[in-house]
Antibody, heavy 116, light 110 residues
């Protein structure tokens, strides 16, 4: 059974860079043709797609966030990562990683708060 | 970024049938269909249906999805208290090369 787990700091200061990693277990991130996604949910609000990456390194990003996003993959560690630069309070959210194609597997999510 | 349109809330009685809608356009819902996700407070979303009425294993047959043109629908029959949750639709938008979500529908079971 595929499992995803997000990890990273829960508190980030304004203007700094948010960094999260998703570790995939129970299957290889590079064994299929799936993309792997980052999705976030501000408190009390809906879901927002951030971007997705294939194990080959091919990426798609939300146009509204594209200039601030870096998504990378490390197949040797079965992980993919998100960096979001120049964060503000509006980036406070629960960040989820998911298998992109059908959104069939999700991590538990990690709350990242942007605050001084 | 253009998203999908869902009604903010739907209320139905116990054991009744609820139909939730999700409206997009020919580049997203009308192209590849929509996925439906259920989210209970404090939990990650759970996939109920993908690409129109393909149910993952373990999902009750009470949940069925369909599509007509650019509108996707999720029908939940025999409503139970545990069905009270937020429901999201999502689709890939080929013109934006982006995944888009609906704003979510809060289903209340009376």
């Amino acid at each position: 059974q595929l499992q995803l787990q997000e990890s990273g700091p829960g508190l980030v200061k304004p203007s700094e860079t948010l960094s999260l990693t998703c570790t995939v277990s129970g299957g290889s991130i590079s064994s299929s043709n799936y993309y792997w996604a980052w999705i976030r949910q501000p408190p009390g609000k809906g879901l927002e797609w951030i971007g997705s990456i294939h194990y080959s390194g091919s990426t798609y990003s939300n146009p509204s966030l594209k200039s601030r996003i870096t998504i990378s993959v490390d197949t040797s560690k079965n992980q993919f990562s998100l960096k979001l630069s120049s964060v503000t309070a509006a980036d406070t959210a629960v960040y989820y990683c998911s298998r992109h194609g059908d959104l069939d597997y999700w991590g538990q999510g990690t709350l990242v708060t942007v605050s001084p | 970024q253009a998203g999908l349109t869902q009604p903010p809330s739907v209320s139905k009685g116990l054991r009744q049938t609820a139909t939730l809608t999700c409206t997009g356009n020919s580049n997203n819902v009308g192209n590849e269909g929509a996925a439906w996700l259920q989210q209970h407070q404090g939990h990650p979303p759970k996939l109920l249906s993908y690409r129109n009425n393909n149910r993952p294993s373990g999902i009750s047959e009470r949940f069925s999805a369909s599509r007509s043109g650019n509108t996707a629908s999720l029908t939940i029959t025999g409503l139970q208290p545990e069905d009270e949750a937020d429901y999201y639709c999502s689709a890939w938008d080929s013109s934006l090369s982006s995944r888009v979500f609906g704003g979510g529908t809060k289903l209340t079971v009376l």
